[in-house]
């Protein structure tokens, strides 16, 4: 079997590009707690002009992923508090953070893609509060969210202004998070309100510096696909049929007619629960898109202990992509 020709690293940038309302850096603080053995505590102030706002995240052992416990936002007034407080960039961090992207860069393999992620403003609005408020306030304080989403992407543009510039050439841009903007958290048509005229200002910034930059959202795409394509996006993931999703990847290349790279569509409950010849059948059917602006990819990866049917589903779709790609 051939060797795969690359891997990806995704890293988030959790305090240049931070999800509490793109919240200056120095005003946010971070203090760390051992509870037992199993868990990690993150305790968090923001300070705003009007007064500090708590929340804690909690990471358990064998869990890769960072659970949010609590929230700093559960008034509509804590929200006007970030948006009001005056955004400042910290150009020490922001060299800090390059610094950081550079060295990492420097010391990959060539065949590994290094991917800046950026939250879609709309996410470091949602992430403040729980979601059930998240998805009452877009509804009934539309012209709140409306106003949160322009500072926000103001706040985006200036981070970029800032950051890009000291960053390596041979890397991706990444955005995403925005499938609660899709169904079956929201109306398909939310997806043209809340994160196109918003993400495609930062992708447009993004491009004006030479470089790519691609979309992860989940859920049932058909839709928001049209949108990203209007938007600019060079690609998007994951690209997922149904149940998970609502669109084959037929109808995902009629919709991105040439102008998108699509990712997927090995559904991740599959490659946990399917047997190995249903995977390979699976990655001979995308045989048909071998011509395609396609890259094949699971929809997820795994932030629990990895079983024994994992790893063999994944050999089976390698041995299969050997066969019908290779």
């Known amino acids: 079997m051939k060797e795969a020709q690359a891997y ?45 706002l708590k929340f804690r995240d909690s990471v358990f052992r064998n869990q890769c992923t960072q659970w949010n416990m609590e929230v700093p936002v559960a008034e509509l007034e804590q929200m006007e508090a970030l948006l009001e407080t005056p955004f400042e960039i910290d150009m020490d961090e922001v060299e800090l953070t390059a610094g950081h992207v ?20 709309i996410v470091a609005i949602s992430r403040c509060m729980d979601f059930e408020m998240f998805l009452e306030v877009s509804l009934t304080e539309r012209e709140l969210i409306l106003e949160g989403l322009k500072e926000i992407t103001r706040r985006q543009l ?41 993400d495609s200002q930062i992708v447009e910034k993004i491009h004006s510096y030479g470089y790519a930059v691609g979309c992860h959202c989940h859920g049932k795409v058909k839709h928001a696909l049209g949108v990203m394509k209007r938007i600019g996006y060079d690609a ?27 990712i997927g569509n090995l559904e991740w409950a599959d490659l946990e629960l399917c047997s190995q010849e249903q995977i390979r059948e699976r990655v001979r059917a995308l045989g048909e898109f071998k011509n395609e602006r396609l890259i094949v990819a699971s929809s997820a990866g795994p ?15 390698l041995e299969a992509y050997e066969e019908v790609f290779g």
């Open 236 to 262: 998007t993931e994951p690209v997922e049929p149904s149940p998970q999703g609502n669109v084959s990847m037929r109808e995902g290349f009629e919709i991105a007619s040439g102008k998108m790279t699509l």
């Open 8 to 52: 990806i690293l995704c890293q988030e940038q959790p305090l240049l590009f931070n999800r509490f309302m793109m919240t200056s850096t120095n005003r946010i603080q971070t203090k760390i707690k051992e509870v037992d053995e199993n868990t990690r505590d993150i305790y968090g102030q923001l300070h705003t002009a009007k007064g500090v």
């Open 158 to 198: 200036l981070m970029l202004d800032a950051v890009v510039p000291k960053l390596p050439d041979h890397i991706v841009f990444w955005m995403g998070g925005s499938e609660q903007c899709a169904p079956p958290m929201m109306h398909p048509e939310a997806f043209d309100l809340f994160v196109e005229p918003y």
């Open 303 to 317: 932030i629990t202990s990895v079983t024994s049917k994992l790893v063999d589903n994944h050999l089976a779709w």
């Open 102 to 121: 550079r060295d990492m860069v420097e010391r990959l393999d060539e065949r590994v893609i290094y991917q800046f992620f950026i939250p879609s403003p």
